[in-house]
């Protein structure tokens, strides 16, 4: 990434980091660069133990170079050295790298979308007549229960304590959770821990616009299930308040995505009659507008296997990454505040 601000926070910035860049660089014996991969160290809950992780992000090969079995070196240096490995918006070029190394690829993480304001959003989406109806029709789901406070991201993270064994995902302790949302260099976030009877879940929201378009992404949401039909009402509560015009919410986990779709939300894998924008600085639709992802873990594969239970979501990786554009415009109208929502 050539912003400087953002390069600090996601290479050295990262607890498990400690100041220093970890990121894989491949030359040649006279020095020349000839390929790099841009990751951060992140532990990884695998079927209740924690493993050495790392979060993938940019993977660059010298065209020169292509051919010479660099991005094999790299990957086998990679996989030598953690015991999970995890990255998005995976390229033709490096799907045959990650495949014959033992990755498993899912095509599209799956991405769920709520609309409260069709108008607003019909530039940026395709809705079929049947869209059109289930929009209204969704309009009122049914309502659960709950009690919410808004809390520091590092008192967020005691929260999800205790569901390890539930979950297989990226660590989200104290110190990560106050690296990735109390500290990152571009967006604002606001936290949030509902109660609905359960254990209690925890929530993290950012706000966006793009026009007269109010955008909720539901970044993070994770915690107790019993208390998953509460948040998703929190969610919905919210965004009337705040007069928001649509939600988002990517999420591999069969197991928290479900309360999404029982409460009007659409599915963008599988309802081929709404489709939004996948990109918002610039808009850009994509088919389907979302993004791909590969997993790796030495052993216990099993656990990535199961779609139930493995959890990534908009916080993982660089799936929440500031484009050229966004990091202008924040930086232009000074927009980055603490807590900001609309």
Known sequence: MAIEPFYQWQFKAAPENKGRDHCCVAVDPDGSLLGIMGLND????LNGKLRAGAELTTWVVDEKARGRGVGKSIMA???ARYEVLAGMGITDAALPIYLSNGFEFLPSIPRFVRVFDAEAIAPY?????????????????ARFPYKVRQEPFSVLAAHINGFERSFNFFSRDAA????RYGHHPVFSYQGFFVQGGGKGAVVILRADTVGEMKIIHVVDFLGDGADFPAAVTFIDDYCRDNNVSVSDFYCVSQTVSRHFRGAGWFSILEDSFFQFIHLFHP???????????VVWARDEMQG???MENLYIAKGDMDL??????????????DMRNEGEGF
């Open 304 to 306: 990535l296997r199961d």
């Open 125 to 141: 989406a395709k809705i079929e007549k049947i869209g059109e109806g289930l929009i209204d029709q969704y309009k009122d789901t």
């Open 77 to 79: 240096f990679l996989q």
């Open 283 to 293: 808009p850009e639709m994509r088919s389907p507008p979302t993004t791909s992802l």
């Open 42 to 45: 992140r532990p990884f809950w």
């Open 320 to 333: 929440d990454r500031p484009t050229a554009d966004t990091y202008e415009k924040y930086r232009e109208n």
């Open 176 to 179: 990560h959770l106050e690296w």
